[in-house]
C-alpha cells in the first residue's frame, strides 16, 4: 500500500469553526490531490498540488483553501465551516511515469453540525 | 467539461453469478483513459481495472473485464464468478489525458452503483 496517511480519520465541528485536515505522504510524489465523496456525486476534486507551494483550484474549490509547504504534506483548510461541507474527505497522490497510478488515503469523515 | 453517469445507484447479484455495472460519459475529447474504483465498507479506493481509449481491444483482469464502445461513449463492467468480496461501491471514472502531469490525479467520478452479492 502506499504510504499515505491522513489525520484526522474522524471529526465532528460546529459550524463557522476553522477545520485543517492534513495529508501525509512517505511515497515522494509529485502530485497530490484533495477529494470530496458525497452521495450522489461520486467524488470530486477540491483541490490539487503540482509541487511544493505550487497548488490550484478542482471542481468543487469554494469555502477551500490549500497549503503545501514541503512535499510529503498537503493540508486542506475549511476557513469556517458550513454544513454542506460534512462530506468524506479523500487525499490521494501520483507521479509522472508509465501507467502512473493514483493511490488514495482512507479518507477523512467531517461533520459539520 | 466532461461527465460521468451511472445509471445504476444499486446492483445485486447472487454469487458465482456475473454481473455487468453501466457507465457512460461525455466528452468532445479523442484521447482518455477510463477507470474502474471499487469502494468497500473500509472506505479504501481499490483501482480494478483501466482502459486507454487509444486502445480497442477491451482491458481484463482476472474475473473482471470491461465493454469499451468508444463511439458510444459506454464503458461497462462485467464481473464473473462473483464472490461476498466483491460487494461494495463501485465508481466509474474518467481522466483527460490533455493537461499534462497534472491530469494524473484529475478524475471525474460517476455517482458510484452499490454492488450486493447474495450467497
Known amino acids: 500500500d502506499a504510504g499515505i496517511t491522513q489525520s484526522p480519520r474522524h471529526k465532528v465541528t460546529e459550524t463557522g469553526t476553522p477545520v485543517t485536515l492534513r495529508c501525509h505522504q512517505t511515497e515522494n510524489h509529485r502530485y497530490m490531490y484533495w477529494y470530496r465523496q458525497d452521495p450522489g456525486h461520486g467524488l470530486r476534486l477540491i483541490h490539487y498540488?503540482?509541487?511544493?507551494?505550487?497548488?490550484d483550484k478542482g471542481e468543487v474549490s469554494d469555502g477551500y483553501s490549500v497549503s503545501r509547504s514541503k512535499t510529503e504534506d498537503f493540508l486542506l483548510t475549511l476557513e469556517s465551516a458550513t454544513s454542506s461541507q460534512t462530506s468524506v474527505y479523500f487525499c490521494?497522490?501520483?507521479?509522472?511515469?508509465?501507467?502512473?497510478?493514483?493511490?488514495f488515503g482512507s479518507g477523512t469523515q467531517l461533520s459539520v453540525l | 467539461a466532461q461527465t460521468v453517469t451511472q445509471s445504476q445507484p444499486e446492483m445485486s447479484v447472487q454469487e458465482a453469478e456475473t454481473v455487468t455495472l453501466s457507465c457512460t460519459y461525455d466528452t468532445s475529447e479523442s484521447d482518455y483513459y477510463l477507470f474502474w474504483y471499487k469502494q468497500p465498507p473500509s472506505r479504501q479506493m481499490i483501482l480494478v481495472i483501466r482502459?486507454?481509449?487509444?486502445?480497442?481491444q477491451n482491458a481484463t483482469e482476472n474475473r473482471f473485464s470491461v465493454n469499451f464502445q468508444k463511439a458510444a461513449k459506454s464503458f461497462s463492467l462485467k464481473i464473473s464468478d462473483s464472490q461476498l468480496g466483491d460487494a461494495a461501491m463501485y465508481f466509474c471514472?474518467?481522466?483527460?489525458?490533455?493537461?499534462?502531469?497534472?491530469?494524473?490525479?484529475?478524475?471525474?467520478f460517476g455517482q458510484g452503483t452499490i454492488l450486493t452479492v447474495h450467497p
Open positions: 490521494a497522490i501520483s507521479e509522472r511515469g508509465n501507467n502512473e497510478k493514483l493511490f
Open positions: 482502459q486507454e481509449a487509444y486502445k480497442q
Open positions: 498540488s503540482y509541487g511544493v507551494k505550487d497548488t
Open positions: 471514472a474518467y481522466r483527460s489525458t490533455n493537461a499534462g502531469g497534472t491530469s494524473y490525479g484529475k478524475l471525474t
